[in-house]
């Protein structure tokens, strides 16, 4: 079946990094977009970056320059480093992949940013 799973979440410091891992299985990993998304209480899920089949990115403006988002076909895993990290980066995060129109979700990994 469809899988997948998210690691690395954790507390970080402000400024610090952090390294998001989300593996899948049960699909053609290399056919799919793959995207980060994240969600604050209280607040929707937003988009944070996005990687396609032919590994062009996207990131969302708050993010820019902070983030980056890889992937390894090979691996079947996406990645999001993530630098320079701020409190209001702090959220659940959601990797995500899409073709067409199937649409799959990991469970989230949770990622907090305080001193």
């Known amino acids: 079946q469809v899988q997948l799973v998210e690691s690395g979440g954790g507390l970080a410091q402000p400024g610090g990094s952090l390294r998001l891992s989300c593996a899948a299985s049960?699909?053609?990993?290399?056919?799919?977009?793959m995207s980060w998304y994240r969600q604050a209480p209280g607040k929707q899920r937003e988009l944070v970056a996005a990687?396609?089949?032919?590994?062009?990115?996207y990131y969302a403006d708050f993010v820019k320059g902070r983030f980056t988002i890889s992937r390894d076909n090979a691996k079947n895993t996406v990645y999001l480093q993530m630098n320079s990290l701020k409190p209001e980066d702090t959220a659940v995060y959601y990797c995500?992949?899409?073709?067409?129109?199937?649409?799959?979700w990991g469970q989230g990994t949770q990622v907090t940013v305080s001193s």
């Open positions: 049960g699909f053609t990993f290399s056919m799919y977009a």
């Open positions: 995500n992949a899409k073709w067409t129109t199937l649409i799959y």
């Open positions: 990687v396609t089949s032919d590994s062009s990115t």
